[in-house]
């Protein structure tokens, strides 16, 4: 079993930056490749950034050059730092952990853009 726990969501203006922290403890060892998804009312959840265990980050194009997924193996921590943060950002931010025996998400953290 993995536990994972997010925190740093908030209210911020257009153009302003957050940091969203996840803690993964439990089976850690299990883990390949962590994750950061949103949803926003009436969409669906995607995939916003990824970290595999090499290190091998990903992003979705709306967030490119704007968010960067980081870690820390001492904490076993991961990061997403969004900067320029757009009202269209807005959405519940989910920590995700990948491991072999599947997938373990948080509660979510809820992250709102204003104009």
């Known amino acids: 079993q993995v536990q994972v726990l997010e925190s740093g969501g908030g209210l911020v203006q257009a153009g302003g930056s957050l940091r969203l922290s996840c803690a993964a403890s439990g089976s850690i060892f299990s883990i390949r490749a962590m994750g950061w998804y949103r949803q926003a009312p009436g969409k669906q959840r995607e995939l916003v950034a990824r970290i595999t265990n090499g290190g091998n980050t990903d992003y979705v194009d709306s967030v490119k050059g704007r968010f960067t997924m980081s870690r820390d193996n001492a904490k076993n921590t991961v990061y997403l730092q969004m900067n320029s943060l757009k009202p269209e950002d807005t959405a519940v931010y989910y920590c995700?952990?990948?491991?072999?025996?599947?997938?373990?998400w948080g509660q979510g953290t809820q992250v709102t853009v204003s104009s």
């Open positions: 995700n952990a990948q491991a072999y025996r599947g997938d373990y």
